[in-house]
């Protein structure tokens, strides 16, 4: 707020008409925005690519982190910068991300106006969240960025891979996810290869069903915190009952996972039922 930043999230699509692109500040589109259990997320048919990162990351970028090789944006991480620009130097020269022919105008725009670093990061955070993992494509961002997924990091752009490791980023999304109400059947936050959307949401902790319909929620490995909605919800766990220890306190449900890297300590609220490989346990039993 201290430098001027601005978000602008308008209405329709960036296809080159819309009046608000003449706005000062930071554009987000209503259709370059998915909400996780919305229709949209689930299919992950890219005519709605999920933007959000990428154009909230810029504004992080350009008015937080801050950008080298010009005074406008000093920001308040110079050296994290410094590795970015980097690893950005080091994708460029060794076509790890935008050597595409079609991407050459492109580039010369970006040199121009000092923006290879904000593109770039935006490319390896993408595929760090798993936005790419579901593209029919070889390649993360349109076929530009070498990573698709974040196991593809570490081998194919190990400077990618330092900057989103416990300097800045979280490992998870921080924030709570709030199910879009018209969602119904089992959301995972554990990868399925044959869910498109669990590339995504594999990397998400904390969600909130809303709405009414009786909708459930299958664990994962972080510590989650999952909420419950106004129908009957369950929480899915991938072992057998007698390997969690499972309290009630004041209301709320945690289950613990007795075995490492599995399902986590999960804390429950509004929730009836957990279901597990060998059981379902009705939460009013407890």
Known sequence: ADNGAILLLLNGVDDGSNAGAELDGQPLYYGEMQVEGHSWYITQKYEYRD?????????????????????????????????????QVTAVSAKLWAWPAAQANWLAELTAE???????????????????????????????YIAKTRDDLATTDPQGAA?????????????????????????????????????????????????????????????????GNAGINTVIFSGQSTQYQITKENG???????????????????IEKLQFSDSTIEVASI
């Open 163 to 227: 900057i989103m490791a416990h300097q800045f980023f979280h490992p998870y999304l921080t924030y709570n996810a709030r199910i879009d109400a018209s969602f119904v059947g089992d959301f995972s936050l554990s990868f399925n290869k044959s869910l498109s959307y669990t590339n995504h949401s594999q990397y998400l902790k904390d969600v909130t069903l809303t709405g009414n319909k009786d909708s459930n929620v299958v664990a994962n490995q972080f510590d989650n915190t999952i909420t």
């Open 51 to 87: 933007a959000s990162f990428e154009e909230i990351l810029h504004l992080v970028h350009d008015y937080g982190i801050g950008v080298d090789q010009g005074a406008e944006f000093d920001g308040a991480l110079p050296e994290y910068q410094a590795d970015i620009r980097g690893a």
């Open 252 to 270: 709320a449900v945690k289950v613990q996972d007795l075995q490492d890297d599995r399902d986590g300590i999960n804390t429950l609220a509004d």
């Open 114 to 144: 000092n923006s290879l670093s904000q593109e770039y990061l935006a490319s390896v955070v993408d595929t760090y969240y798993g936005l790419w993992g579901a593209f029919t494509g070889k390649y993360g961002m349109w076929g530009m």
